[in-house]
């Protein structure tokens, strides 16, 4: 049998983040000198790198100062983890499904805009390191939706995109699967509406994560 490949984002999909998210995004903004942008608008770029979440946020200002955000958000972000202040839990029912898919010959992978760092704290702190076959993020790819992050997925496992699978909770994570071949699935409970999701390319949109090994039951 050929590999089945599952490859999840992490912001929104696997964990909900977005309160640490936005606060070091204010923090930032702040710390600048400059007005937050409302939580909603930082929800918006949640999955793109940083960088090109700036370029969002910020679209009157210099490219340079664009890196200099998106630097400043680093260190905010940084100092809360420090200050015991991050709180990344899992959605209700992720862990099952991960346990699910293994049991069914599923390789699972992450394609995130998280830094390296920020992922290993994350998957270590659930203790699912070791149940990812394949991590790629921000650090070492191109922002979303350029398929970069998949493409390394499926070359690091061996995987055709025929058989494998995206699943997100952004347009951005949609459109890169697109981008890839995949199979994208979005997810409801994340920071894009479904009708973005599907807008963007989504081929089903998932309600809650017990759904997810059925939908992928479509990989033949």
């Known amino acids: 049998m050929s590999i089945r490949l599952a490859i999840f984002d992490c912001d929104g999909t696997l964990v909900d983040s977005q309160g640490n998210i936005c606060e070091a995004m204010e923090r930032a903004f702040t710390d600048a000198g400059l007005e937050p942008p409302p939580r909603s608008a930082t929800r918006?770029?949640?999955?793109?790198?940083?960088?090109?979440?700036?370029?969002?946020?910020?679209?009157?200002?210099?490219?340079?100062?664009?890196?200099?955000?998106?630097?400043?958000?680093?260190?905010?972000?940084?100092?809360?983890?420090?200050?015991?202040?991050?709180?990344e839990p899992l959605y209700e029912g992720i862990s099952e499904t991960i346990d699910t898919l293994e049991g069914s010959g599923w390789l699972l992978g992450v394609a995130t805009g998280k830094s390296d760092r920020g992922l290993a704290h994350v998957l270590a702190k659930h203790d699912l390191t070791h149940r990812f076959a394949t991590l790629h993020t921000a650090d070492r790819h191109p922002s979303k939706p350029h398929p970069s992050m998949i493409e390394a997925c499926l070359a690091d496992t061996g995987a055709e995109a025929a058989r494998a699978a995206i699943i997100g909770d952004t347009s951005f994570d949609m459109a890169m699967g697109k981008a890839a071949g995949v199979l994208?699935?979005?997810?409801?409970?994340?920071?894009?509406?479904?009708?973005?999701?599907?807008?963007?390319?989504?081929?089903?949109?998932?309600e809650h994560p017990d759904e997810l090994a059925g939908i992928l039951e479509r990989i033949a």
């Open 44 to 87: 918006r770029v949640v999955g793109l790198s940083l960088v090109e979440a700036m370029q969002v946020l910020l679209p009157r200002a210099h490219p340079d100062e664009h890196v200099t955000m998106a630097d400043a958000y680093k260190a905010a972000f940084f100092a809360l983890r420090a200050g015991g202040e991050v709180h």
């Open 184 to 206: 994208a699935v979005g997810v409801a409970w994340g920071y894009h509406e479904a009708d973005e999701l599907v807008s963007a390319g989504a081929d089903i949109v998932a």
